[in-house]
Nanobody, 124 residues
């Protein structure tokens, strides 16, 4: 089992930055690929970014590439999402997820454990 707790969400203006954090407990964090997803009201959950177990590989959704950075600190059991140049369309609940099977995952079904989510609201 892996327990995930996100933090760092909030209300910001367009163009601002936020850093989300997700702390894991339970199963060895370094054995899990990690991902960030988001879900806006009335929309399906969508992939944002993923990072491999050792942090050497990352992959981003086209809508956030160049603005968001995913990273991890295995010594702190934490994965981060640095979000820069935020836009109103980035408004959503952001979830972190852990996968014990894939190297990098873009599909929610590839992930085994999920956090409770943190709200990010970007005003125009």
């Amino acid at each position: 089992q892996v327990q995930l707790v996100e933090s760092g969400g909030g209300l910001v203006q367009a163009g601002d930055s936020l850093r989300l954090a997700c702390v894991a407990s339970g199963r060895t964090f370094s054995s899990c690929a990690m991902g960030w997803f988001r879900q806006a009201p009335g929309k399906e959950r969508e992939f944002v970014a993923t990072i491999s177990r050792n942090g050497a590989s990352t992959y981003y959704a086209g809508s956030v590439k160049g603005r968001f950075i995913i990273s991890r600190d295995n010594a702190k059991n934490t994965v981060y999402l640095q979000m820069n140049s935020l836009k109103p369309e980035d408004t959503a609940v952001y979830y972190c997820a852990a996968s014990i099977t894939v190297l990098l995952g873009t599909n929610p079904y590839e992930y085994d454990y999920w956090g409770q989510g943190t709200q990010v609201t970007v005003s125009s």
